[in-house]
């Protein structure tokens, strides 16, 4: 049975459970296609409307900003994992079953 829930519906709980998560030491695993899969930890700086941005620690002292869309996240392009676990925090992919 497919996911009842429509894909903009699931795109605005991402947004939502994001901005709750706004300010906390997230690591981020990304597809980038032909093979490339970044990793990287950072702390979630902002969940705008359509994207949201995570500050990336780089070496030296450096920051760098990343942007990422939330139907990366939706599609399981992006993957954020907890630091201090390693548990995913956002599981939109698989077909999750939920009471309406």
């Known amino acids: 049975m497919e996911n009842d829930i429509p894909p903009v519906n699931r795109v605005d709980r991402i947004r939502d459970e994001l901005k709750s998560l706004e300010g906390q030491r997230v690591r981020v695993r990304a597809n980038m296609g032909r093979s490339r899969i ?7 700086v902002h969940a705008h409307p359509s994207l949201f941005v995570i500050e ?45």
Do not use: A
């Not at 970044?38 to 979630?44: F, N, S």
């Not at 869309?69 to 390693?86: A, F, I, K, R, S």
């Open 38 to 44: 970044i990793e990287r930890t950072g702390t979630l």
């Open 56 to 100: 990336i620690e780089e070496r030296r002292g450096r920051t760098t900003r990343q942007s990422y869309q939330y139907v990366d996240v939706l599609t399981g392009t992006v993957e954020l994992y907890d630091t201090d676990t390693g548990e995913r925090l956002l599981d939109f992919s698989t077909d999750e079953e939920e009471d309406l």
